[in-house]
């Protein structure tokens, strides 16, 4: 099977950012009363960010909580550049396009809250998911049909991979 030819206006992406709580879950936070922290993640998003992983895109999570639920999800996916904590979005995507020799137009970013619009506003490719907040949605470039946490990221990550011409070639393997 051949790759799809990638799509002439599509950004020339090398690197790909997610936020968590609304984009890779549907946004809750769940404390028992011992302070363990727990989230749902969709498992076709979970699967998605593998075949992004398995493309050769380098991909990335930045958010503003810390989080050991975060570490464990990351390091299941394959993803090993993980910001926790960030309080000034903006300024850690300015330190990752230093650090990585990256210019804005080769990124793409998914983020759900104004907090996220610092790197929305730059990036090359900005995504959310249906519910995000009225500010994200009116300036990001693709905006996916599920929620935050319930398939969104799916939505996304083939998006990125069929705008690139990589999708045909990563789910070829499951058409055996």
């Not at 969104?152 to 789910?171: I, P, Q, S, T």
């Amino acid at each position: 099977m051949t790759a799809c030819p990638a799509n002439k206006s599509f950004p020339p992406l090398k690197w790909v950012g997610f936020d968590v709580d609304g984009v890779m879950t549907d946004g809750g936070i769940i404390l028992d009363n011992n302070g363990v922290e727990t989230k749902r993640f969709h498992s076709r998003d979970g699967h998605a960010l593998k075949l992004l992983v398995r493309s050769g895109l380098k991909v990335a999570i930045i958010t503003g909580r810390r989080s050991a639920v975060v570490e464990r999800r990351a390091a299941e996916l394959g993803i090993a550049e993980v910001f926790q904590n960030v309080l000034d979005k903006g300024e850690a995507f300015q330190e990752i396009l230093a650090a990585q020799s990256l210019r804005p137009e080769e990124t793409a970013f998914a983020g759900d809250d104004m907090v996220d619009l610092p790197i929305l506003r730059r990036c090359g490719l900005s995504m959310a998911p249906a519910d995000a907040s009225s500010e994200v949605l009116a300036v990001v470039n693709f905006i996916t049909r599920s929620p935050g946490g319930g398939g969104a990221v799916r939505e996304m990550v083939e998006h990125v991979l069929k705008g690139l011409g990589l999708w045909n070639d990563l789910v070829a393997r499951y058409s055996a």
